[in-house]
């Protein structure tokens, strides 16, 4: 039987799942939809209660090729075990598992109705159902058996369905899947509580514990010790919610804490033991030298006695005969001594003796009673259960006596029992009864006297009497004793003088009788002593040369003795500090391995501090040098980035997700693993499943390259869902069920930077992320300087790296060695000469290698300051490449791979000469480097985007170019904001210098708020000063000398922005040039000769084009030059061309020739396979792809990075795009037929396509936005001429007009305006005037425009030639335009590129998810500007009520509806704002419409949410700032209609809303007045003054005028000096009827169209303006009036 092993701890979380989940599934078809999070349980809990209720859990085995037809099939086997065996089943479903969304629905259908329509077919149905006709009547079910069969499955299925709520289409899924929480319970199982994650490492470590003391059979608490500690693991857990911190997070972080612990505390107790024994024995040695050193002292010590012992006796031969007569007198002293002290002694008795006298018998008498007593009594006395009071005094008194405290009885019986008990107390001598005892004796018997009465004593039992009389005999003797004691005393001392008085004299009698005797034996004794002294002095003398020896020894071995001592202290405490370090270890493993280096700091930092550590070191807790140095070797990046991800591959329990898009981390993991029996495979191989099969199965090393994502398949692997078959393990891989091998080991790798990994999958895989960062990035680069510049540097540093290793390893051999030969040593160290021979060798060179080990790392600090002198060039040179690649938010097209970079950087590095300095050295390589990668990138850029690549680069590489606020002014994000209400615009006006023109007023005013040092500086004031400046056709040029030498560049620019917008586009391109040291911001054009220098076969040539530009036929040409011609292969791309291009791509890689893949934007989805198949090619040398794309913001990000990329235009102006045309077309296709007028229609074609081409560059002046005119509508005009020309002689020009109009050109455009300018342009060039017709073989010549005179013949050079004598820059009237049109499109194209700045300078990616911290920095400018905004005004709480229907006049109502509106929307964007607030300050929960919003906001657009109330400008700050104001203006109308003053005061458009809705409701009210239908009106507007006939009129200001000037009475052209927009006077507008005569006659008008912007988006009305006739010439210059901005 297969068991799964359920891992499960139990507290009470889990026991609360268990019975909610059980509650739901003991219903009949009980569904549930558990949303959580990872490792919560849900599998485990659902599994565990199938159980218990003894059902079937069905979960669909996802294979490889798992589609509807696997699903439907597994879903028929649940409902027939379901529906017609009736059994109990549950169908667990994950997130994974719904490979495609209809998945779902199915499952929708399968749960609201219990069957899923068209899963079975008639045909399958009979024979299924058959069966349960006879139990459906037996359950009296009536109606068709279908339903029955469904009723059953609602009955008996259960599905459980496991979601992860962060999942993006969690949401989706459940609106668009009502069945999911119709139909199930849903239980929310986000995660367990704060208590139960307390718990559960304490639940783990004790376990663990256990499990380890019962190995070691020794119960160690060494984890469940301290609760902080315990508590510390989910504060981290905590700390990481931003990284993904799931409950199954945070059990891999305690399981790798449990494996980091382990290993290191068995490796330091390992070490710390050897380190002791080699302790222990130096300190026996010592000891030892010790103990020979004393032995030695003794031994001199007793030669001195022994000389001395010599000399005496020869002294004492001759004292001892003087001595004898001496001694004789002496002996007659002490005779008489003796007998006066006998005397003495005598008296002393007699005293003592009467005092005994009398107790003496007494106690005699009691210790003769005691010794009668007979056995039997006392075994009488024993065998009492409880003994009398008398008999228990008694014998607590004998007790007492003996010196025995416990009176307890069981202690009397023992005492009784003894043996010889009546001899001990016969024989108790008094003497040894302290006085305390004694008086406790006395005591008792005072206390109980009668117990210790005679009679009553012997009526006790017979041997009480006798003890009775014992213990108060010895009581008195004892008092007696105490009484002479003194007495006693004194004798004592006489009797001792005596003995020692009669011992002297003994003493002398003796000496007297052997004086002869003693002088031959001190003869004798004096030669033995000689000897003795002889002998001893040989063996000193020995003693001395092994102290001797062994203190050499113990003196060499101090060192060591020491530092092994300080090592096992230190061990001690890294043992200490151990759980704290490895918890930090498996905090960074689990959590921070795909965060960025300033997190993964910021967080280890965090922790490090709150454990009490003073610091931490990740790399030298989990690997030493040495290991780095063989990874480095190996091919891993230097960086600390890689080492530190390097140390997570190898260490992880999960396994490990590299994104790596350089690749390198995974070649280094190949040459890393290359032992360890690998195989690598990609995600795409046919042979995957096949190969992950085998891994498994035989334990070997995979890597599974090119992951997108993370496989279904691999999910059951991933997490080690193994089941238990016997002593085996299995595990399910798709279908099959395979072998699983504990050896085997999985890595995955992908080059996609943003993989996609859903939630469920991102806690089963560590994401290790290589993506290069700053600082990484500048490790790298450094070293790839010093390899260059200084190899030799690189080479010493990593040879003393390895040498420093090296010698570090075989000190530890040497110790390793001596503390083996010390540990194993035999007995005496001391004498064992081989062992300190060996000793001392070892020490020897122990102590060569740690002086080089102290020059080493004299060497490294010396080599490390030289290579840190290189960090500035790889400091700047990271910055670029973080600077190119902000890039790709403006266009997805602008992408550089690190590879790509490297090589710019290594070709840098060698294209400078040697300056000798290294400082200079490197601020040259610095800024040739700024050149190339300016140059290399600029290259890839559409022109129009150099400008702000020029920008965004000087201000990431020059930051000390701008003052605080400076850029933020200049991008807008800054503005002065909101210059208080009071300022009416009058009086802003007048605090602003006239000579500034009115519409500049605004700006200059902004900038006085912003800058006001700057504006102080810069003295406005002074007209005359700044006169030539405001006149000047180049004002950049001509800056007022004394100002420009007190400002920066970049102040410059900000003074041009403000006052003369018209010239910033040339200021701009100015400073980028000037801050950059280049000439010009376009780099030299780059024909494809030089680029083909540049490449390499293994990188792709990208090709960017514009629309109409084609470079096949450059690369054809080329070929030929550098190749022969049958080398170049190409494939348009398109439907069904994909299996062809890789064939051609396989063959050409193979062959080394070349091939072209055009327009890859036509199959932007195949891109990736194209990718991947490139990146497995070997090719030869000789191959090159080159690919076209036009741009496209699904073009594969990888593919872009790997490839060179140029970008190829079509040259500007109208001369080149004629050029083109004409070399399109072939000398047959001109001179066809030889008639000049049909060339002259061609002629007039091909300028009338360069002129709609060119005119786009002038948006929206020329177009309002950009038509894509194209080579097919070239074609198209084409074939209408030709065939006009085959036709009947006398042809319609209206015919063609109409065709250009309305289908070809025309087709394309969708503003009437537009249309205007084109119809106009067909008139001018397509008539009879200008081509003549071909009857009339006149010699007159054609009249082209322009004064250009054509060729009277059909030959193609002749018109060629008059294309080549066209000027170079477009004159604008070639289009008709104005002669200032430059100063009008250097105001959209600047502010165009400083939108695009703003673009760059976020620091964030749109699709964020929610970062608190990103979020509150971003998008504080517009909490910020609204908040400023609404600071004096009270919009937000106005209370409006909404407009009633009354007929009071439509424009009082439409003015009170507009206020109503306005101040809604004020409240509305408020509502929205404050919610996003409250999100950041973490008060309120994110919801969708919140993150649409900050999405919206993020990317600097304004959300969908607000224009969709009202559609305002783009720029979000912009839009506040505008609402704000119109709110606050429409007030003043409001006022005003309300004393119904409005029509007498002049008005202003542009301070409402909606301006279109005004002139309406004026029109319906003229109408009401004038008693007439409102179609019977025409609008009007005047210059002269009042409008006669006029029922009402109003007078507007604040209309401003493009493409031509106005002085009230007729337009004038502009001259190309004027300013590119001018203010138009307040004029009369108003509604007459139809037929009455306006203030001007239709043939002198010109309809102009009123826009609300100047961008033209959006038309308010048509007014007609006088302009003298010639309407041509004012449709042509694109002129238009708008609104003034607010």
Not at 1045 to 1069: C, E, G, H, W, Y
Request: charged share 25%; glycine share 4%.
């Amino acid at each position: 039987r297969d068991n799964q092993e359920i891992e499960i701890l139990l507290f009470p979380e889990v026991l609360d799942y268990v019975s909610r989940v059980d509650r739901v599934l003991s219903f009949p078809g009980g569904s549930l939809l558990l949303a959580g999070h990872s490792g919560v349980g849900r599998r485990t809990v659902t599994s565990l209660v199938s159980h218990m209720h003894g059902a079937l859990l069905i979960t669909p085995k996802i294979s490889r090729g798992y589609e509807m037809k696997q699903f439907k099939n597994d879903l028929k086997h649940v409902m027939q075990l379901a529906g017609i065996e009736a059994q109990h089943v549950v169908l667990l479903l994950e997130d994974y598992q719904f490979v495609h969304p209809t998945f779902l629905e199915m499952i929708n259908s399968l749960l609201s109705s219990g069957e899923v329509p068209g899963l079975y077919t008639m045909e399958e149905l009979e024979p299924l159902l058959s069966p349960l006709k006879d139990q459906a009547s037996q359950d009296g079910f009536t109606g068709p058996v279908f339903n029955y069969f469904t009723y059953r499955i609602q009955q008996n299925l259960h599905v459980v369905l496991i979601m992860d709520p962060t999942n993006l289409n969690f949401t989706i899924n459940c609106e668009s899947n009502p069945a999911l929480h119709k139909k199930c319970q849903v239980l929310w199982m986000e995660s367990w509580s704060e208590g139960s994650m307390k718990k559960i490492p304490e639940m783990l470590f004790t376990e663990a514990d256990e499990k380890a003391a019962r190995e070691s059979k020794e119960h160690k608490k060494k984890h469940s010790g301290d609760p902080d500690f315990l508590k510390s693991f989910l504060m981290i857990h905590e700390s990481c919610k931003t990284y993904g911190a799931t409950p199954r997070r945070y059990m891999t972080f305690l399981h790798m804490y449990c494996a980091i612990h382990n290993s290191k505390r068995a490796e330091l107790i390992k070490r710390q033991s050897h380190l002791q024994a080699g302790v222990t024995k130096l300190n026996e040695a010592k000891a030892l030298v010790d103990e020979l050193n004393r032995k030695a002292e003794e031994q001199s010590i007793l030669l001195k006695m022994k000389q001395e012992e010599a000399d005496a006796a020869l002294r004492e031969i001759t004292v001892s005969m003087q001595d004898a007569s001496e001694q004789k007198t002496e002996m007659e002293k002490i005779k008489q001594k003796i007998a006066e002290e006998a005397v003495k002694i005598e008296e002393r008795k007699a005293i003592i003796e009467d005092e005994l006298k009398e107790v003496q018998p007494l106690v005699n008498e009691a210790k003769l009673a005691v010794g009668n007593i007979k056995p039997e009594s006392l075994s009488e006395i024993r065998s009492l259960r409880m003994p009398p009071d008398i008999i228990r005094d008694i014998l607590e008194g004998v007790l007492r006596l003996m010196g025995i405290f416990d009176t307890s009885w069981v202690s009397m019986k023992s005492f009784l029992a003894k043996r010889g008990v009546r001899e001990d107390i016969a024989t108790f001598d008094v003497r040894n009864i302290p006085k305390q005892i004694r008086e406790s004796v006395e005591e008792l018997l005072a206390k109980n006297k009668a117990s210790f009465d005679p009679k009553n004593a012997k009526r006790a039992s017979t041997a009480a009497a006798p003890l009775a009389a014992w213990v108060k005999a010895n009581v008195q003797y004892s008092y007696v004793l105490e009484r002479i004691q003194p007495l006693e005393t004194e004798q004592a001392g006489l009797e001792s003088n005596l003995r020692k008085t009669e011992a002297r004299k003994q003493k002398l009698e003796d000496l007297l009788n052997s004086v002869g005797q003693k002088v031959a034996e001190l003869r004798d004794k004096f030669q033995a002593r000689t000897a003795e002294a002889a002998k001893l002095e040989a063996e000193v003398a020995k003693a001395q040369e092994t102290v001797k020896a062994a203190e050499i020894l113990i003196k060499q071995l101090d060192m060591e003795h020491k530092r092994w001592n300080t090592q096992v202290s230190e061990i001690g405490d890294e043992l200490s500090t151990l759980p704290r370090r490895a918890q930090l270890a498996a905090a960074f493993i689990t959590y921070l391995s795909a965060a960025p280096e300033d997190q993964r700091k910021a967080s280890l930092d965090a922790w490090t501090k709150s454990a009490g550590l003073e610091k931490f070191d990740l790399r030298r807790f989990l690997c030493s040098e040495s290991e780095q140095l063989i990874w480095k070797s190996e091919g891993l990046p230097s960086d600390d980035l890689s080492i530190e991800n390097a140390l997570v591959i190898l260490q992880s329990k999960v396994c490990p997700f590299l994104i790596d898009p350089s690749s390198r981390a995974t070649e280094w993991l190949k040459t890393h693993l290359k032992e360890s029996r690998l195989e690598i495979i990609n995600q795409q191989d046919a042979s995957f499943i096949n190969a992950l099969e085998l891994a498994v199965r035989f334990g070997k090393t995979l890597i599974i390259q090119e992951m997108d994502g993370v496989e279904p398949v691999l999910y059951p692997l991933l997490r080690k869902d193994l089941i238990a078959q016997g002593p085996r393990y299995a595990v399910q891989i798709g279908d099959k069920i395979i072998d699983y091998n504990e050896e085997f080991r999985l890595f995955l790798s992908t080059r996609n930077p943003n993989p996609s990994i859903p939630p469920d999958a991102a806690s089963i895989v560590t994401e290790v992320n290589f993506t290069i960062t700053r600082s990484g990035l500048r490790g790298q680069l450094l070293a790839l300087t010093i390899q260059h510049e200084k190899p030799d540097l690189e080479e010493q540093k990593t040879k003393l790296l390895q040498q420093e290793e090296d010698k570090k390893i075989q000190l530890a051999k040497l110790e390793e060695m001596l503390l083996e030969t010390l540990a194993t040593s035999q007995g005496n160290i001391l004498e064992n000469k081989d062992l300190i021979e060996s000793l001392n060798q070892t020490k020897a060179s122990s102590a060569l290698i740690q002086e080089s080990l102290v020059e080493f790392h004299r060497l490294q600090i010396s080599l490390d300051q030289e290579r840190d002198a290189y960090l500035p060039l790889a400091e700047s040179a990271s910055k670029m490449y973080f600077i190119i690649s902000d890039l790709s938010k403006i266009n997805n097209m602008y992408r550089f791979s690190l590879a790509s970079f490297l090589r710019l950087f290594q070709r840098a590095l060698q294209s400078e000469l040697d300056l000798g300095n290294t400082d200079e050295r490197i601020k040259s390589l610095i800024s040739s480097l700024k050149h190339m990668v300016y140059e290399y990138v600029c290259r890839c850029l559409f022109k129009a985007d150099q400008l702000m690549f020029a920008l965004h680069f000087v201000k990431g590489m020059h930051p000390e170019l701008f003052q605080d606020n400076e850029w933020d002014t200049f991008t807008g994000v800054i503005v002065g904001d909101m210059l208080r209400k009071s300022d009416s615009q009058k009086s802003i006006r007048d605090q602003i210098p006239s000579w500034i023109e009115q519409e500049r007023t605004w700006a200059v005013a902004s900038l006085k708020i912003s800058l006001p040092t700057l504006y102080q500086t810069v003295c406005f004031q002074d007209e005359a000063l700044w006169q030539p400046f405001s006149r000047s056709s180049m004002c950049e040029q001509d800056f007022p000398s004394i100002i420009a030498n007190r400002i920066s560049l970049f102040q410059q620019v900000l003074v041009v922005q403000a006052v003369r917008p018209d010239r910033l586009q040339s200021t701009m391109a100015l400073f980028a040039c000037k801050a950059l040291g280049i000439k010009e911001l376009s780099p030299p054009p780059l024909n494809l000769k030089r680029l083909y220098k540049e490449t390499l076969e293994i990188e792709p040539i990208l090709i960017i084009i514009s629309p109409g530009a084609d470079p096949s036929q450059e690369l054809q040409e080329l070929a030929n030059v550098e190749r022969n011609g049958e080398c170049y292969h190409q494939v348009a791309m398109g439907q069904g061309q994909a299996d062809l291009a890789i064939q051609t791509l396989k063959e050409c890689a193979r062959n080394g020739e070349w091939l072209c893949l055009k327009n890859l934007h036509l199959v932007v989805s195949w891109l990736p396979v194209l990718e991947k198949e490139l990146n497995n090619l070997q090719p030869q040398p000789g191959f090159r792809l080159w690919l076209t794309a036009e741009v496209h913001p699904k073009f594969s990000p990888i593919l872009l990075q790997s490839s060179l990329k140029i970008t190829y235009e079509a040259p500007p102006g109208l001369k080149k795009n004629l050029m083109r045309t004409y070399e399109s077309w072939t000398p047959e296709q001109m001179s066809k037929k030889g008639i000049v007028s049909r060339a002259h229609a061609l002629f007039s074609l091909a300028w009338f396509h360069a002129a709609c081409q060119e005119r786009r560059n002038y948006i929206p002046q020329g177009w309002t936005k950009f038509y894509e005119f194209s080579l097919s509508d070239l074609h198209a005009g084409y074939d209408i001429i030709d065939r006009l020309f085959d036709g009947p002689k006398d042809f319609q020009w209206e015919f063609v007009h109409g065709l250009l109009e309305n289908a070809i050109y025309g087709g394309r455009i969708d503003n009437y305006f537009d249309m205007r300018v084109l119809r106009s342009y067909l008139e001018q060039f397509f008539n009879s005037r200008v081509i003549a017709d071909s009857n009339f073989r006149t010699k007159k010549m054609s009249r082209f425009p322009y004064s250009i005179s054509l060729p009277n013949s059909c030959n193609i050079s002749d018109y060629r030639q008059v294309i080549e004598s066209l000027p170079e820059d477009d004159k604008p009237d070639f289009f008709g335009l104005p002669a200032n049109i430059a100063r009008s499109s250097q105001r959209m194209i600047s502010s165009l590129v400083i939108s695009q700045l703003r673009i760059l300078s976020r620091s964030v990616i749109a699709d964020c998810k929610f970062d608190r911290d990103i979020w509150s920095n971003e998008l504080s400018p517009v909490l910020s500007l609204w908040k400023k905004l609404n600071q004096n005004s009270n919009l937000i709480h106005q209370k409006v009520s909404p407009p009633t229907e009354r007929q009071g006049s439509p424009i009082l109502s439409f003015i009170i509806l507009e206020q109503f509106n306005a101040i809604r929307l004020v409240q509305s964007v408020h509502q929205s704002l404050a919610a996003l607030s409250k999100v950041i300050r973490g008060t309120s929960l994110l919801s969708s419409e919140v993150q649409q919003l900050a999405s919206a906001l993020l990317n600097q657009k304004c959300p969908l949410a607000w224009q969709s109330k009202w559609e305002g400008p783009e720029d979000p700050l912009q839009y506040l700032r505008t609402v704000v104001a119109r709110t606050l203006a429409i007030q003043n109308w409001v006022t005003k209609a309300e004393k119904q003053t409005l029509l007498s005061d002049i008005l202003d458009l542009s301070e409402l809303f909606h301006p279109d809705t005004f002139l309406n409701a004026l029109r319906q009210e003229t109408a009401r007045v004038m008693s007439c239908s409102v179609d019977s009106l025409k609008f009007t507007a005047s210059w002269k003054g009042q409008i006669r006939g006029a029922k009402l009129q109003v007078q507007i200001t604040g209309l401003q005028l493009e493409g031509c000037s106005f002085d009230g009475n007729r337009l004038a052209e502009n001259q190309h000096d004027s300013p590119s927009v001018s203010s138009v006077l307040p004029c009369y507008m108003a509604w007459i009827p139809q037929n009455a005569y306006g203030p001007y006659s239709p043939e002198e008008c010109i309809s102009l169209p009123v826009y609300t912007s100047a961008e033209r988006d959006c038309v308010v009305t048509n007014i007609d303006v006088p302009c003298g006739g010639n309407q041509d010439q004012w449709i042509q210059c694109g002129a238009a009036l708008f609104l003034k901005n607010q």
